[in-house]
C-alpha cells in the first residue's frame, strides 16, 4: 500500500518525507574540580535509562570540547555549582522516539563527568503517513492564491523541512488577535499560520 501511495504522489511532483533525528543540547559536569583534563569527543554516545517497556533511546554528540583544569573557572556555573560542559546531540534513531522530556538523558560512559539535558530533545518526526502524503497531494489541485486558506497551506508544505501547517483564520475559535476591545466583538482580517518542522 505504501508503495501504491508513492506511486499516485509521484504523479504531482511529491515525495515521502523521510523520518528526521530529534536533537538537543547535554551538559556534561562535575560537581568538584576534575584532576586531569577532560575530553568530550565527537559521536561520543549518551543515553536514557532503560526500562521494562523501553530501550534506552541513544544520542550522539555533534560537536567535541575539553574541561581543561587550568582554566577550570571559565566552566564553572555560580547557579548550578557545577563544572559544565554544553554540547549539542542528535538522537542516533530518526523519529518520535527521540524526542525525550528535560533531565532523561543521564547515561554516558565518561570517566569524572555526569551528564543531563537540560531541556526537551525535540524535531524528531516519523516517516511521513500515507494519509499525510494524500493530504499533501491533494494540495496540488489547490490554486496558488496565497490570500485563501489552501493557498496558504501548499505555499508553506512547500518549503523545505515544513512537516504540517495549522492555518488559523477569521471565524476560527482560536483567532484572538483579531478581537476589538472598543466594539466588544471578532472584526476579521487576520490570519496566523503555525508551522511545524525542523532545522536541517
Do not use: W
Amino acid at each position: 500500500i505504501d508503495d501504491a501511495f508513492d506511486s499516485l504522489a509521484a504523479n504531482y511532483n511529491k515525495t515521502r518525507q523521510g523520518a528526521v533525528k530529534s536533537s538537543t543540547t547535554v551538559t556534561f559536569y562535575s560537581s568538584s574540580v576534575p584532576s586531569t583534563d577532560i575530553k568530550v569527543l565527537f559521536g561520543q554516545e549518551v543515553s536514557t535509562v532503560p526500562t521494562e517497556s523501553q530501550n534506552a533511546i541513544r544520542f550522539k554528540t555533534l560537536s567535541s570540547d575539553t574541561m581543561f583544569v587550568d582554566k577550570i573557572e571559565n566552566y564553572y556555573n555560580p547557579i548550578t555549582q557545577l563544572y559544565e560542559l554544553n554540547i549539542p546531540v542528535e538522537a542516533v534513531e530518526a523519529g518520535n522516539i527521540g524526542n525525550v522530556n528535560a533531565n532523561t538523558i543521564i547515561n554516558t560512559n565518561i570517566s569524572g563527568l555526569s551528564v543531563t539535558n537540560k531541556v526537551s530533545a525535540f524535531g524528531g518526526e516519523d516517516e511521513e503517513s500515507n494519509s499525510d502524503l494524500a493530504d499533501r497531494c491533494l494540495l496540488s489541485f489547490v490554486g496558488l492564491d496565497v490570500g485563501t486558506v489552501g493557498g496558504y497551506k501548499r505555499t508553506c508544505t512547500e518549503v523545505q523541512n515544513v512537516r504540517d501547517v495549522k492555518v488559523i483564520c477569521a471565524g476560527d475559535l482560536l483567532m484572538q488577535r483579531d478581537y476589538d476591545e472598543v466594539r466588544k466583538k471578532h472584526i476579521f482580517g487576520k490570519v496566523d499560520i503555525y508551522i511545524r518542522g525542523g532545522e536541517r
